[in-house]
Structures are given as C-alpha cells and as structure tokens.
C-alpha cells in the first residue's frame, strides 16, 4: 500500500509514520516530492488494517495497491478454478445448468420437474428446503423432510442438489442431505453462516446480495475460502433498482468484471434478476455470451400451484427450449456440460 502524507507533514510525524509500519513487521520506503511525500508498504498488506494508519498524525490517505481479498483474486490464483459438485464440473470451461422449482413440494412434484429438467439437459437440481420471505405468514419451506425429498428426486435422476441454508443451526442438516450449500442473497454479508459453511468443505454457491457491490461479494467469497473451503461458486442474480419494470437490475457485465478479478466461477440466475418468464431466455442466453460458468434457472410444471415464486417460473417446456439454446452457444464458446448418470 502507499501512505500518502499531508503536504505540511513534519520530520517526527513522518518517522513515526516509519516507525508504526515498522512495528507491524513490513518494509517502509520514503519518497520525497517536491510536493508530497509517499511511503511505499512493501509486505502482506491485505493482513494488515489500513485504518489504523490512517489515524496517524500527518497521513492524508492510505491507498492499497492489492484487493482486500487474497484468496479470491486472480493473483492469488491465475488459473480459474473448477469446483465439483458430485461429479459435475463448474468453471474453467464446463457450465452448470442448474434448475428446478423455487422451493422443495412434494415428493411427486419433485420427481416429475427434476424429470423434466434431467431430459432438456440440466446437471443439477435445486429447491429450497429453507425459504426467506419477505412475510413471516408465507411459506417457509419443508425443512429438513424437503432436504430428504430433493436428495430422492436428484438420487433417481442422476443430478446433485443445490439447497439455501439460512440459519448456522441448519448448516450440519444441508451439508449431510445436499451436494451444495446454497447462501442466498439475503445471507451473502451473513459472517457467522459464511464461517460456517467454510468449515465444511461442501461446495457453496454464494450469490450476489441485493445491495452489495461486486468488491463486496468477492469478500464474502474470501469468508469462507480463509477458514479452508475452496469450493466457491459465485451467483450473478440482480441488486435491487429503480425500475419497476424487471424485480431487480440484473447487472450481466458484472459477471465479466468478476472474470476480470477472480478465479472462482460465476454464474447466473435470471429468473430472480428478472422476474419475468419472459426475460429469462435471453438474459440467460446474455449471462453465458459474457462468460458465465453456468446458469441457474426456476422451473415448475404448474407455476400457479407453487408455494412460492410461481409468477417467475418456466414451465418444462419453455425450459428445455432455453437449454438447447444454451447448449449451442457453449458449444460456440468451447463449453463442456459435465453430467452424472442416474439411477
Ligand atoms: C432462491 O434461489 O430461491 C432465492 C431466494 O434466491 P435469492 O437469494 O437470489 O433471492
Ligand atoms: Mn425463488
């Protein structure tokens, strides 16, 4: 980092400026301007608080040279990384295709959307067990009988499941019943549950809080990869916007820009940024021309029966017309859609 100092700045404040970096065990390199004077910080600088020294008496400003997040970024790690879920690859030229309803229903409905999505060609099967709604009167989800009946469904398919965890408590039930551990958007700057999921060492798909800004997200990542779970996948689904026209901003070039700064992969999910089952196709088919590592869609066989976000669910067969149109352009990008046989 470079501590910039405040052009009246005198000899004692600039040695104790020395000094104080110094004591936190990193190199110090003076450089006098005619105008200004800059110290150079030459060590671990993402250990250590830049606001401490920017406490100190005649410092203007602290600025990092590195991102905050070490083990996120493309420094850390040039190569982008391919996190396995179940045997389906995601990154590093292989794409996920996950899809299914918003939330676990019964058994017999499971059975026949993860049917579905299996023959347009998805790898895994989602559902939340656990749901986060806005009312407390809405459905709030199976619990752990959901978690049973998704892992059934994906079992007699040949798809792993992806389910949201929201509570720390639940963390053990997720991490014994999925394939991978869903935190939502509402959860992303949830620190004690990104702990908790690093502990395992279960894939998490981390998506993209409403109001978090990309650098945000990628600290989020770094959660969980600094207590030792590298298997991170990043979830592009809209942060909140103006516009009434679309539930959310789905912020498409930030999946480029994330390419740009991590090597974790990065997915989409139209259907939450949109909203709209007529929007989803093409903003899917957007998420993949930027580069996403796959794209995560809601699907239902009977949108107005279900318990929760009906209105924004493609029927199978909408759903298998968007797949193949995906399956062209990853062919086009060199992709590989990895799968797992059933039973
Ligand atoms: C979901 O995937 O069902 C969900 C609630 O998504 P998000 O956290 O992105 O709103
Ligand atoms: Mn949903």
């Known amino acids: 980092m470079i501590i910039i100092l405040q052009s009246g700045a005198s000899e004692d404040q600039i040695q104790h400026v020395i000094e104080r970096v110094e004591a936190l065990g990193l190199k110090a390199h003076l450089s006098r301007g005619t105008f200004r004077t800059i110290i150079g910080v030459i060590g671990e600088e993402q250990k250590i608080a830049s606001e401490p020294l920017r406490a100190i008496p005649g410092v203007q400003d602290v600025v990092p040279v590195l991102p905050p997040y070490k083990l996120a970024s493309r420094e850390a790690h040039p190569q982008p990384s391919i996190v396995e879920v179940a045997g389906v690859k995601i990154g590093g030229g292989n794409l996920a295709m996950i899809a299914g309803p918003c939330a676990v229903e019964e058994p ?23 749901k986060p709604r806005t009312s407390p009167y809405a459905f709030q989800g199976l619990g752990e009988e959901g978690l049973k009946i998704l892992r059934e469904a994906g079992d007699q398919h040949g798809l792993p499941v992806v389910t949201e965890v929201m509570d720390p408590r639940c963390v053990p039930a997720v991490e014994k019943w999925a394939d991978m551990i869903q935190i939502g958007a509402r959860n992303m700057q949830n620190f004690v549950l990104l702990t908790e999921v690093g502990r395992t060492r279960k894939p998490v798909l981390l998506k993209r809080g409403m109001s978090a800004t990309v650098e945000d997200l990628l600290m989020s990542a770094e959660y969980i990869l600094s207590q030792g779970n590298s298997n991170v996948v990043l979830c592009e689904r809209g942060v909140k916007g103006f516009d009434k026209a679309t539930r959310n901003l789905y912020d498409v070039a930030s999946v480029a820009v994330v390419k740009g700064l991590s090597h974790l992969p990065i997915i989409v999910d139209p259907s939450h940024a949109t909203g709209r089952p007529d929007l989803i196709p093409p903003c899917a088919l957007a998420g993949v021309a930027v580069g996403a590592d796959g794209v995560h869609i809601e699907v239902h066989d009977c949108p107005e029966r279900a318990k929760s976000d009906g209105p924004q669910a493609l029927l199978p067969k909408q759903y298998a017309e968007v797949a193949a149109k995906i399956r062209q352009l990853a062919a086009m990008f060199g992709k590989t859609i990895s799968t797992v046989p059933g039973r």
Do not use: C, P, S
Not at 116 to 122: C, N, V
């Open 108 to 130: 017999e409905r499971m059975d026949t959307i993860a049917r579905a999505i299996k023959a347009a060609g998805a790898n895994i099967l989602r559902g939340g067990a656990y």
